[in-house]
């Protein structure tokens, strides 16, 4: 049996960090948890099976979720990304290529079988 792809969750927010946990779940895959970009980077730097990152925008530390996807892309470029926030409606023109957003509250079928998708 192969092991469940591997999906970093990173949410500064407790239970928005479990409950986008249960949606990865959900997709049929394992969710690791960073509670900011700084501790997403020292992660991504440290691991090689990683293969989606769902990233909220508004979070303490060094950058927000849009310059955590855009480092992602420059350094780590097959990984996928989905970006989320229920602050402010970011613009496919502010993510790196390839990147999804969704709003909160977000369609968490929509999320899952966006999921699904990105593990294909």
């Not at 394992?30 to 980077?41: G, H, I, Y």
């Not at 769902?54 to 470029?77: E, N, Q």
């Not at 023109?93 to 990105?118: N, W």
């Given at each position: 049996?192969?092991?469940?792809?591997?999906?970093?969750?990173?949410?500064?927010?407790?239970?928005?960090?479990?409950?986008?946990?249960?949606?990865?779940?959900?997709?049929?895959?394992?969710?690791?948890?960073?509670?900011?970009?700084?501790?997403?980077?020292?992660?991504?730097?440290?691991r090689?099976?990683i293969?989606?990152?769902?990233?909220?925008?508004?979070?303490?530390?060094?950058?927000?979720?849009?310059?955590?996807?855009?480092?992602?892309?420059?350094?780590?470029?097959?990984?996928?990304?989905?970006?989320?926030?229920?602050?402010?409606?970011?613009?496919l023109?502010?993510?790196?290529?390839?990147?999804?957003?969704?709003?909160?509250?977000?369609?968490?079928?929509?999320?899952?079988?966006?999921?699904?998708?990105?593990a294909?």
């Open positions: 049996m192969t092991k469940p792809m591997i999906v970093l969750v990173v949410e500064d927010e407790p239970m928005l960090l479990l409950m986008a946990g249960t949606l990865v779940e959900d997709a049929g895959l394992q969710p690791l948890f960073a509670k900011n970009a700084d501790e997403a980077v020292a992660i991504l730097e440290n090689t099976d293969r989606i990152v769902f990233t909220d925008v508004d979070m303490p530390g060094s950058m927000d979720g849009i310059k955590l996807a855009s480092a992602i892309r420059h350094r780590w470029p097959p990984i996928s990304i989905i970006v989320v926030s229920g602050h402010k409606n970011v613009s023109a502010e993510l790196p290529e390839g990147a999804r957003f969704f709003g909160k509250p977000y369609d968490e079928q929509r999320v899952i079988e966006t999921l699904v998708a990105m294909a």
